[in-house]
């Protein structure tokens, strides 16, 4: 079955630092999907990869697929307090038209202070 | 869009309830995915529909769940009967051909079985 590890498990860093969040798959991911999610709420969709070497940017969060389309990356630059949350990465594993299932990795919790 | 709406947002019972929560997709969605939420366990998928079939549920735990979707615009997922372990954050999310625009999240059910 699908696996997806996510690196590191939290993370505390000083407003204004960039930091990186790995997302690693035991399977070719043919879709990569980062949310970020706040306490007690629901998730929000952050960027959606599919091509090997494939890289999204919105705002101060960019994020990339490797060409091996095994691995992601999420890198946020200069961090502010409004990127605290937890950190999903998502994926399908199957190349089929129609549903196909998400299944997501353990998160990653970020702590930003100020 | 008012988004994917679950009801309740809250839910209490004693065990040996039954717990009925709600999912309204976005409309033209032809995805609906069930997912439960535990600090033990993350974001695990219970179960999905596409076009209103379940096509996939593999991830319901145990017979005193199931899911069903009537129609394009609802869908239930009951517990009966509920157990203290079965408390945790519900999520549903809806999608459009296989989520290449994205998967959309409701706000959750928090349950809380005592």
């Known amino acids: 079955s699908q696996e997806l590890e996510q690196s590191p498990q939290s993370l505390i860093v000083q407003e204004g630092k960039n930091l990186t969040i790995n997302c690693t798959s035991s399977?070719?991911?043919?879709?990569l999907y980062w949310y970020k999610q706040k306490y007690g709420e629901g998730l929000i969709f952050l960027m959606m990869?599919?091509?090997?070497?494939e890289e999204k940017s919105h705002e101060k969060i960019t994020a990339k697929l490797d060409e091996k389309k095994q691995q992601s990356s999420l890198h946020i630059t200069a961090s502010q307090p409004s990127h605290a949350g937890i950190y999903l990465c998502?994926?399908?594993?199957?190349?089929?038209?129609?549903?196909?299932?998400?299944?997501f990795g353990q998160g990653t919790r970020l702590t930003i202070n100020p | 869009d008012a988004g994917v709406i679950q009801s309740p947002r809250h839910e209490v019972t004693e065990m040996g309830q039954e717990v009925t929560l709600r999912c309204k997709p976005i409309?033209?969605?032809?995805?609906l995915f069930w997912y439960r939420q535990t600090m033990m366990r993350g974001l695990e998928l219970l179960i999905y529909?596409?076009?209103?079939?379940?096509?996939?549920d593999s991830g319901m735990p145990e017979d005193r769940f199931s899911a069903k979707m009537p129609n394009a615009s609802f869908s239930t997922l009951k517990i009966q009967p509920s157990e203290p372990r079965d408390s945790a954050v519900y999520f549903c999310?809806?999608?459009?051909?296989?989520?290449?625009?994205?998967?959309?999240f409701g706000s959750g059910t928090r349950l809380t079985v005592v």
């Open positions: 999310a809806s999608s459009l051909s296989g989520g290449v625009i994205g998967y959309t």
């Open positions: 399977k070719t991911l043919y879709g």
């Open positions: 990869l599919q091509k090997g070497g």
């Open positions: 998502g994926a399908t594993v199957h190349r089929i038209q129609g549903a196909q299932k998400l299944v």
């Open positions: 409309s033209g969605h032809n995805s």
């Open positions: 529909f596409n076009n209103n079939v379940p096509i996939d």
